[in-house]
């Protein structure tokens, strides 16, 4: 997922009785408890900060970070849900100790990535969704932890090699059908305030991406979605552009894509909402050998760059070493050009984080959520997208 996907583009048949009934009765539990899960907005904003295990330990501003989600736990060749390492077991448990000085922060467990395998054979059959439900269930409970979140990349696309079949459609509901059943009896039997029960999220992509997923299902089993609203432009795409654009930059071409699009295809899904959550990238991406034009923007490549995390563009590229920062009006997004090395990096900053929280605020967004929270050393994006949420000033 996100700053992990450096070649990342934005990307059944039932047979019989028994495999009818258990479609009816997964469309039933859609239609129902899923419903319940998702169905009131919250009353303040998340802000929700991905946190790795293989990144340097940072502080985890608990007094403006609401959630956490741990990335990454992964698919066993049993179809289990996993952690990968002992580091990882001990990182998130420093998180979730987190929680007792700060007892409203959540912590979520993702699974998946960029290049995660193991999705789509256990989502295929009843006995494979059961062992994988049950083990994240599990591993949950076994860390204290408040919620999972899948990041599956993607359904039924085999773009990042893995295995993918077009039964990953509905599968992917069935499977988050089976996880819903599972986390609210174990919010039950935990007595968990029915409010503060386990939390079903997901990531998610735009246009192909809704081809291979039943959005009008599957958000119901939700509490809410993760919209990857970044890597439009990075090393698979032909040209460069502004790879976390809120808006059409205007020489942008017909195949272009933005968050706001991203949004507006998910509310014509039937999505609510406040069941999206924004997402912003904390890092940039960087393209060599760009044909001059337009200072860099949309523009034919040699060779792609490279990522960089926003506490190293700042130290080391903006308005330095020939590098000059320029700000798109309509995309409402910077970037920086260097014309001697022809080199052009695409990224957020806090012009552009606080604009985008302000217009999750404004269109009555979930918030915002943002990969991933060691690349901005300082804060100044995360104070950026705080401000902005709040109702503050941005710059």
């Avoid at 706001?260 to 924004?278: R, W």
């Avoid at 320029?326 to 984080?353: H, K």
Wanted: charged share 25%; hydrophobic share 40%; with cysteine.
């Amino acid at each position: 997922m996100r700053g992990v996907r450096a070649d990342a583009p934005a990307g059944r048949l039932l047979r019989g009785f028994g495999a009818a009934l258990v479609c009816l009765l997964s469309m039933s539990i859609v239609a129902t408890a899923g419903d319940a899960a998702g169905s009131a907005s919250a009353a303040a904003p998340k802000l929700i900060a991905y946190v790795t295990g293989w990144s340097p330990p940072v502080s985890i501003d608990t007094s403006r970070i609401t959630h956490v989600n741990f990335a990454f736990a992964r698919i066993d060749g049993q179809g289990r849900v996993v952690l990968p390492d002992e580091a990882s077991a001990t990182r998130l448990a420093e998180i979730v100790a987190l929680k007792r000085t700060a007892p409203a922060l959540r912590v979520l467990i993702s699974v998946g990535g960029w290049g995660a395998e193991g999705f789509s054979d256990a989502a295929l059959t009843d006995e494979s969704r059961a062992r994988f439900a049950d083990s994240a269930v599990e591993l949950l409970h076994s860390q204290a932890a408040d919620g999972i979140d899948l990041d599956w990349e993607y359904p039924g696309q085999s773009t990042a090699g893995i295995r993918a079949r077009p039964e990953d459609k509905r599968n992917f509901t069935l499977l988050l059908a089976a996880l819903r059943e599972r986390l609210d009896a174990r919010s039950r039997s935990d007595r968990r305030p029915a409010r503060d029960g386990y939390l079903l999220t997901i990531a998610s992509a735009d246009r192909e991406y809704f081809d291979h997923v039943e959005m009008d299902l599957l958000h119901r089993q939700l509490d809410w979605i993760n919209v990857m609203a970044y890597d439009f432009y990075n090393s698979l795409t032909p040209t460069t552009g502004h790879h976390a654009g809120l808006y059409r930059a205007v020489a942008a071409p017909e195949s272009s894509r933005w968050a706001d699009a991203s949004v507006q295809q998910h509310l014509a899904a039937g999505v609510p909402a406040h069941k999206l959550v924004l997402g912003v990238a904390f890092y940039g991406r960087r393209f060599e050998g760009v044909k001059p034009g337009e200072l860099g923007r949309n523009q034919p490549y040699d060779r792609y760059g490279g990522d960089h995390a926003f506490a190293e563009l700042l130290a080391n590229y903006v308005d330095r070493a020939g590098y000059t920062r320029y700000w798109d009006e309509t995309a409402q997004s910077p970037w920086l050009w260097n014309a001697d090395t022809r080199s052009f990096v695409s990224y957020d900053d806090p012009r552009s984080i606080g604009v985008k929280a302000s217009y999750a605020r404004e269109r009555g967004l979930g918030g915002v959520m943002f990969w991933e929270l060691s690349q901005d050393a300082d804060g100044t994006l995360l104070d950026a997208a705080h401000r902005a949420l709040t109702g503050g000033i941005h710059d």
